[in-house]
């Protein structure tokens, strides 16, 4: 498959900031923090001016809102306007509408998109200033609780503690303790909730494709329990266009839950990670279905049909898919 293809659609979504939409649709054209770092990740191994642009801008953002930062690092949110605000403007500005936006696991993948940047040579850390945020940003997760608070998680749906997001958490913070102070009990408390939680994604959902997020890109879960994750996943949230997020998910349900068009890459990464290439080789094919001609992969499939929806492409599904493929591509001619 042509993969300059996946790079030129994803450009299409750059903003002139650095950031990115989640999708040219007009119900996308939001930049949510977690989409960000999902989106850039194809450039993540070297040095690359989309990766760094993109959190130059990200930290530019959370810059403007360093007053709201500096109250919730002594003062727990209650509404949820408080959290740091998951969704933005293409301006990277609040919006003023209700949405779900306590979602720890947004500042997690942040602080380990920085973390793990910074560790491959990106110039993601501009100045003292830059830093101070990280900090911050660690102080706030803190002052959260984020091993036992209730948040929307990746979803943006109901309150309840997802591993999902205390996952993201404990990456986010093992990635940037290098850079600035993280009490390490922090981590171990995360740790600790993950061990109690897993491999169940939260008391209502018995497994989510949110927790492939533990395997890839964070890589924070032992072999066995990875293992575990991907087959409740796999038996039990798959189908013919993708993978359903969780059992009865309402969300494009036309009878039966949306198909994720990401899961298949994803699987197929998270196989990968695990050295498993007989497995995600299966996912080849299931991803390369999923690709149109001119790489405008969709969000979803419309529960129970051969339609997707409006939401082509979305960032988030060309960027997985694009890295699973040339991964696949590069172990092969290795």
């Excluded at 072999?223 to 409740?232: H, P, Q, S, T, Y």
């Excluded at 991803?287 to 051969?306: A, F, H, M, Q």
């Amino acid at each position: 498959m042509h993969t300059n293809e996946a790079i030129e659609v994803i450009d299409r979504m750059r903003l002139p900031n650095g950031a990115y939409t989640a999708s040219l649709s007009q119900d996308y054209r939001y930049v949510w923090i977690r989409d960000v770092v999902y989106t850039v990740l194809p450039f993540i191994q070297v040095p690359n001016e989309r990766y760094e642009k993109a959190f130059h801008a990200l930290f530019d953002m959370f810059r403007s809102y360093e007053w709201k930062i500096d109250i919730h690092r002594e003062k727990r949110p209650v509404y949820l306007y408080e959290y740091i605000h998951s969704r933005y403007s293409t301006d990277l500005k609040e919006i003023n509408a209700e949405w779900g936006h306590a979602q720890n696991d947004a500042i997690g993948a942040f602080l380990w998109g920085v973390g793990e940047g910074w560790r491959l040579g990106q110039r993601v850390i501009r100045d003292g200033k830059d830093l101070e945020i990280v900090q911050k940003l660690v102080d706030y997760l803190y002052c959260l609780e984020y091993w036992q608070a209730s948040d929307n998680g990746m979803w943006e749906e109901n309150m309840e503690v997802h591993a999902s997001s205390i996952g993201a958490c404990v990456a986010g913070l093992h990635a940037v303790k290098l850079l600035v102070h993280v009490d390490e009990e922090m981590i171990k408390k995360g740790e600790e909730a993950l061990r109690k939680l897993l491999p169940r994604e939260s008391e209502s959902k018995e497994t989510d494709l949110a927790l492939l997020s533990l395997i890839f890109p964070y890589c924070i879960v032992e072999r066995e329990m990875a293992l575990k994750i991907l087959e409740n996943v796999s038996t039990k949230l798959e189908r013919r266009h993708g993978v359903i997020r969780y059992v009865n998910d309402q969300y494009y349900n036309n009878g039966s839950e949306a198909e994720w068009c990401f899961g298949f890459p994803w699987l197929g990464l998270c196989y990968l990670e695990l050295g498993n290439y007989k497995k995600a080789k299966e996912y080849i094919e299931k991803t390369k279905r999923i690709i149109p001609d001119n790489w405008e992969v969709p969000e979803l499939y419309v529960g129970g049909s051969n339609i997707p929806n409006g939401n082509t492409p979305l960032a988030w599904s060309v960027s997985l898919s694009y890295i699973f493929i040339k991964r696949m591509e590069e172990h092969i001619i290795s």
